[in-house]
């Protein structure tokens, strides 16, 4: 499957890419690795989202290229659909798939329902962000700002590196990303000590009523 991806990626020129709403890190860095993959390739790559991309990511690279508003003009070769188990879980970006000649799915839960022209799921993965890395491996593409949006994919569907689905191909994934100067320490204090007014006033109501 990955080199029919391969093989789209290489013919066409005009990309959209997507996920599905409620936006977390997974979402977001497989999207920016795939946009900065298709840069390398000197394609046209387009990301637009339902949401707006939540503040604790702005560290992400290229996070600002991200749109929540596309013309209506607008058309594509092939749609990229990341993290994504069914097309109406991308809101309003779902009416935009079908201007696409072709839907690829790129998907790693359980729950996927094969929506794509293409499908590529993979529930042993630990998140779309490490199907992304084996894509830039597959095309020798990687740099400093790819490996930074894979490995805040991976941490985050793995609950920093708690969960269940973590493996020793994940740690190995993990070591190979290092190799480009990445910093845990950063990123961790980036997603973990951000916190959003209404939270704070929510942790303020509950310490208030504890007796």
């Known amino acids: 499957m990955i080199k029919k991806i391969i093989e789209l990626l290489r013919e066409n020129k005009r990309f959209l890419i997507t996920a599905h709403m409620n936006l977390e890190g997974d979402a977001l860095g497989s ?18 989202n339902h949401d707006s991309t939540p503040q604790a990511y702005s560290f992400l690279p290229h996070v600002k290229v991200i749109k929540n508003e596309l013309d209506s003009s607008c058309a ?57 890395y084996r894509l830039c491996r597959e095309l020798k593409v990687m740099n400093r700002k790819i490996a930074l949006c894979i490995y805040t994919g991976i941490f985050t569907d ?15 994934i993990t070591a190979e990303l290092f190799r480009y100067k990445i910093l845990p320490d950063k990123i961790y204090d980036s997603l973990h000590s951000f916190c959003q007014l209404n939270d704070i006033k929510f942790i303020g109501k ?3 009523s504890i007796k």
């Open 31 to 48: 999207e920016l690795a795939t946009y900065l993959l298709l840069r390398k390739m000197n394609k046209q790559a387009t990301i637009y």
């Open 76 to 132: 594509f070769d092939v749609a990229l659909v990341l993290d994504c188990s069914d097309s109406f879980r991308t809101g309003k970006v779902k009416d935009y798939l079908s201007r696409a000649k072709i839907i690829v799915n790129i998907d790693h839960h359980i729950s996927n329902t094969f929506f794509g022209d293409i499908n590529w799921v993979d529930p042993k993965a630990s998140s779309a962000s490490e199907m992304i």
């Open 158 to 172: 793995t609950g920093s590196f708690t969960y269940s689905n973590v493996s020793s191909r994940v740690h190995r």
């Open 206 to 208: 509950i310490l208030s």
